[in-house]
């Protein structure tokens, strides 16, 4: 069964840590995503990747860098995370843009900062 | 991309069809109509999608009108399990949109026992 597998679960971090979320598919997926879901705001587009190394901005980018030095694995960064961070994250990848097939999303991990 | 209504929560019975509207009155030509599903806790759940036909496949059966400005989501026999919010996501085939999925705020559907 193909997969989109997210590092944690719950995780909790402190005001001014440096966090690392990772993402890991096993679908050979050209394109990965990241997202976060808040109550009231649904989901909201942080930064996407399309190929090995390369990246382009969300909707919400700002607090947020990201990672893709593998095609499977896709790291969002917090550099200095906030409690306005605490959120919900959840990865996404799937097939190149040339062709279509559906997004296949991770579990989520629900990070709080404190 | 085109902008969605949805409403915000709907009831079903057990056993009974859901059908789930939503309103896309400026799809363009070239965007195809996606449904999700996310059930409570988890990620979103790719359900079906379509352009212009009607598509039905082991989940869910998806109608879109002739005009394209609008389309329905049938799931034949709700259960329990089918308690989640739906979203449906016009989303631009190619072009330089690298697949990307803009999410409203979808239909909470609540299946009753």
């Known amino acids: 069964d193909v997969k989109v597998t997210q590092s944690s679960r719950y995780l909790v971090k402190r005001t001014g840590e440096k966090v690392f979320l990772e993402c890991v598919q096993d679908m050979d997926h050209e394109n990965m995503f990241w997202y976060r879901q808040d109550p009231g705001l649904g989901l909201r587009l942080i930064y996407f990747?399309?190929?090995?190394?390369?990246?382009e901005k969300g909707d919400i980018p700002e607090g947020y860098s990201v990672s893709r030095e593998k095609k499977e694995r896709f790291s969002l960064i917090l550099e200095s995370a906030s409690t306005n961070q605490t959120s919900m994250y959840l990865c996404?990848?799937?097939?190149?843009?040339?062709?279509?097939?559906?997004?296949?999303f991770g579990s989520g991990t629900r990070l709080t900062v404190v | 991309d085109a902008k969605t209504t949805q409403p915000p929560s709907m009831d079903c019975a057990e056993g009974r069809a859901a059908n789930l509207p939503c309103n896309h009155s400026?799809?363009?030509?070239?965007?195809?109509v996606y449904w999700y599903r996310q059930i409570h806790s988890q990620g979103p759940q790719y359900i079906i999608h379509g352009l212009k036909n009607n598509e039905t496949n082991e989940m869910a059966s998806l109608i879109i009108t002739e005009d394209r400005k609008s389309s329905t989501l049938i799931l034949p026999h709700a259960t329990l399990r089918d308690t989640a919010v739906y979203y449906c996501i016009p989303r631009d085939a190619g072009g330089t949109s690298y697949g990307k999925l803009t999410f409203g705020q979808g239909t909470i559907l609540t299946v009753h026992p």
């Open positions: 400026t799809i363009s030509g070239n965007e195809y």
């Open positions: 996404a990848s799937s097939l190149n843009r040339g062709r279509w097939y559906g997004y296949t």
């Open positions: 990747s399309y190929d090995v190394k390369m990246k």
